[in-house]
T-cell receptor, first 112, second 114 residues
Framework: RKEVEQDPGPFNVPEGATVAFNCTYS??????FFWYRQDCRKEPKLLMS???SGNEDGRFTAQLNRASQYISLLIRDSKLSDSATYLC?????????????FGRGTSLIVHP | NAGVTQTPKFRILKIGQSMTLQCAQD?????MYWYRQDPGMGLKLIYY???????DKGEVPNGYNVSRSTTEDFPLRLELAAPSQTSVYFC?????????????FGPGTRLTVT
């Protein structure tokens, strides 16, 4: 299994839809997880952090399933402006030194 | 705060040329990183640094070199450029601890080697 795997999509959904992405990881010792958003030809920016079972921020919910080693990102009431690539990041390391591993990203297209 | 800055924004190199990509951050972060991103792919770690004077290889270090003489600066050197190094290069920084791990990225350098 690759360290961090994501379905590249694209996920093509209408405005107002609910969409969910999964990200699987191989390092069972990982303690923290992140979702970044990357717009076309731009740098990634942090969307959400997940340190325990989950996190919610407005229309966005991130959940962690340690037993199955995956994290998910749920977007409710999709907006046109949500169109982007969503990158899953799993830091790994020991002794307080954490090196991030990025998934290849999941592309979301929200259409009118 | 300017955050993370990168120069140049764009560059075209001929095969065999060398260049240095500049990266600077003003957030007093200990950790700095260099990534490359090929079209349709995720970010791959080239080199990283946990503090001034300390650097280490990432997933794809061949063909690159780095130095970290100050906390603020983390330049990436390409020697003998090859077409396979055509990519977008992102520099990032973070505090680097498990609970303060947000990475801040620069705007990227788009490099073409022909």
């Amino acid at each position: 299994r690759k360290e961090v795997e994501q379905d590249p999509g694209p996920f093509n959904v209408p405005e107002g839809a609910t969409v969910a992405f999964n990200c699987t990881y191989s390092n069972s010792a990982s303690q923290s997880f992140f979702w970044y958003r990357q717009d076309c030809r731009k740098e990634p920016k942090l969307l959400m952090s997940v340190y325990s079972s989950g996190n919610e921020d407005g229309r966005f919910t991130a959940q962690l399933n340690r037993a199955s080693q995956y994290i998910s990102l749920l977007i409710r009431d999709s907006k046109l402006s949500d169109s982007a690539t969503y990158l899953c990041v799993v830091p790994s390391g020991t002794g307080g030194s954490y090196i991030p591993t990025f998934g290849r990203g999941t592309s979301l297209i929200v259409h009118p | 705060n300017a955050g993370v800055t990168q120069t140049p924004k764009f560059r075209i190199l001929k095969i065999g040329q060398s260049m240095t990509l500049q990266c600077a951050q003003d957030m007093n972060h200990n950790y700095m990183y260099w990534y490359r991103q090929d079209p349709g792919m995720g970010l791959k770690l080239i080199y990283y640094s946990v503090g001034a004077g300390i650097t280490d290889k990432g997933e794809v270090p061949n063909g690159y070199n780095v130095s970290r003489s100050t906390t603020e600066d983390f330049p990436l050197r390409l020697e003998l450029a090859a077409p396979s190094q055509t990519s977008v290069y992102f520099c990032a920084s973070s505090h680097g601890t498990a609970l303060s791990y947000e990475q801040y990225f620069g705007p990227g350098t788009r490099l073409t080697v022909t």
